[in-house]
C-alpha cells in the first residue's frame, strides 16, 4: 500500500534545497559607452564613473530571450538532467508572446522531457526571485525534482534616451535542485510589495516609460525597510555576511545601496571586504547592462567566478527589486566544492565579443520586425549565436539550434 505523507510531515524533513548549477548567456554584439558618449556629445565619465559602466551587450532579431534563454540553459544541463526536469520558469519582462510562455519555447529547443510543467512569471526585475522560491517549494514537495529557473531580458531604451547607456541582454538559468552542488537557500526571505509607478511598458509601448529618480529612491528605501524587517525577523546583520548582491540596473546604484546598509559598528576591516567582494558582483554588469530579472544573478555569478576570499560555509546575502514594486532580501550558503561548478575563464570570453559602432548599434538593435502580407519572415545571420529566431510563419515564431 503506497504511504502519502501530509505537507507537516515532508516540511518536518531537513531538506537542503538551492542552486545545483548556473549559466549565463548574452548576445555577440557589444557597444563600447566610450563611443557612445562620444556620439552623444556627453563626457565618457558620466558612464564610466556616474553609472559604473563600460559596455552593453546588444542583441539582433534573431536572438530574443528565448534564444538566450536556451543558450545559457544548454550551457550547463547534461543530457541526464534534461530527461530529471520536471518543471521550466523563465521570468522576463521582454515577453513575445502574450499568451504562450517563453518557457514552452525553451523546453522545446533543449528537448526537456514531456512531462514537465512550463511558464512564464512577471513582475519587472523582481520575477526571477519568485521563481526561485516556487521552484524551492516545489523541491520540498518533490524532493526528486530538478527545476530550471530562468531569467531572461532585453533591456531596451531608445536612441538618445537617459536610459540609453544602461540598456542590455541576457540570460541567467539555474538548476534548483535538493543538495545543491553551488549554494544552499537559507529560509530566511522577506518581500515587500508597495503599488507604485516608477517604472513601466503599457502593452501599446514598445519601450518603457521611466520616473527616472523616483525609481531610484524607491530601489534604496524598499532596501532600507526591506533589510530592516529582515534582521528584525531573522536576526542576521552584516557581519553574518561574506557579500551583499544586489539588483544591478546600473552598478552605481547598488553601491548606493551598499554604502546606506553599511553599519558604523562594522570593523573598517569588515567594510573593506564587503566592498571588495561587491567590486567582484559587478564587473559582469560592467560588460553587459542591464538584464532586468537576470541582473541580480549575474552579479551573483560574477561575485563567485571571480572573488578569491569566499570559501564553502560563507553566506550570501541577495537584494532583489522590481519596478512597481516587489522587493525582497534572502540568503544562501556557499557548498564545499562549489568552485568546479563555475566558468573561471567568463571575463575572457565576454572581450571577444563584436563590438558595434554607434551607427551599427542603432541599426541592429532597434530594427523594425518586417512582415509579408501572410504574417511571415525570413532571417539570416545569425551563425554567431547558439540558438536563432529563423523564421515567422503565419505569425508564429520558429526557433532553431545554430548547427555549428
Not at 553599519?263 to 554588469?285: A, G, P, R, W
Not at 576570499?309 to 546575502?317: Q, R
Not at 571577444?352 to 525570413?378: C, I, N, P
Request: proline fraction near 3%.
Amino acid at each position: 500500500m503506497k504511504r502519502f505523507f501530509t505537507m507537516n510531515e515532508k516540511t518536518e524533513v531537513n531538506m537542503t534545497i538551492g542552486i545545483d548549477k548556473i549559466g549565463f548567456a548574452t548576445s555577440q554584439y557589444v557597444l563600447k559607452l566610450q563611443d557612445l558618449a562620444e556620439a552623444r556629445g556627453v563626457d565618457p565619465e558620466k558612464f564610466s564613473k556616474g553609472l559604473l559602466l563600460n559596455e552593453i551587450s546588444i542583441a539582433p532579431l534573431t536572438e530574443d530571450i528565448v534564444t538566450l534563454a536556451a543558450s545559457a540553459s544548454n550551457s550547463i544541463l547534461t543530457d541526464k538532467e534534461k530527461e530529471k526536469i520536471d518543471m521550466v520558469i523563465v521570468a522576463t519582462e521582454s515577453g513575445i508572446d502574450q499568451s504562450k510562455a517563453a518557457a514552452v519555447f525553451v523546453h522545446g529547443l533543449l528537448g526537456i522531457q514531456p512531462f514537465a510543467r512550463s511558464f512564464e512569471m512577471k513582475e519587472a526585475c523582481y520575477g526571477a526571485t519568485a521563481a526561485l522560491h516556487y521552484a524551492k517549494l516545489h523541491v520540498e514537495n518533490s524532493p526528486e525534482s530538478k527545476v530550471l529557473v530562468i531569467a531572461s531580458d532585453i533591456a531596451k531604451y531608445g536612441v538618445g534616451t537617459p536610459g540609453e547607456p544602461t540598456q542590455g541582454a541576457g540570460s541567467v538559468a539555474m538548476l534548483i535542485t535538493q543538495n545543491p552542488r553551488i549554494m544552499a537557500f537559507n529560509n530566511d526571505n522577506v518581500a515587500q510589495t508597495r503599488d507604485i509607478m516608477d517604472f513601466w511598458r503599457p502593452n501599446y509601448s514598445s519601450t518603457p516609460y521611466v520616473n527616472g529618480m523616483y525609481s531610484t529612491q524607491q530601489y534604496l528605501d524598499c532596501l532600507t525597510t526591506t533589510w530592516d524587517e529582515y534582521k528584525k525577523r531573522y536576526d542576521w546583520t552584516m557581519d553574518d555576511f561574506v557579500a551583499i548582491c544586489f539588483h544591478l540596473p546600473y552598478p552605481k546604484l547598488a553601491l548606493k545601496g551598499l554604502r546606506k546598509m553599511m553599519d558604523k559598528t562594522l570593523s573598517k576591516e569588515k567594510q573593506d571586504s564587503l566592498q571588495e567582494n561587491f567590486d567582484k558582483s559587478i564587473l559582469y554588469s560592467q560588460m553587459i547592462g542591464n538584464i532586468y530579472t537576470g541582473s541580480l544573478f549575474l552579479g551573483l555569478l560574477s561575485l563567485l567566478e571571480n572573488a578569491e576570499t569566499l570559501k564553502a560555509g560563507d553566506k550570501i546575502a541577495l537584494y532583489s527589486y522590481g519596478s512597481g514594486a516587489v522587493s525582497e532580501f534572502f540568503s544562501g550558503e556557499l557548498v564545499e566544492g562549489y568552485e568546479a561548478y563555475l566558468d573561471k575563464d567568463r571575463l575572457s570570453k565576454l572581450k571577444q565579443r563584436t563590438a558595434l559602432s554607434v551607427v551599427d548599434y542603432e541599426k541592429v538593435f532597434f530594427e523594425d520586425l518586417q512582415l509579408d502580407e501572410s504574417g511571415s519572415a525570413q532571417f539570416a545571420a545569425y551563425e554567431h549565436q547558439d540558438y536563432a529566431l529563423v523564421e515567422i510563419v503565419d505569425h508564429q515564431r520558429r526557433y532553431s539550434k545554430v548547427e555549428k
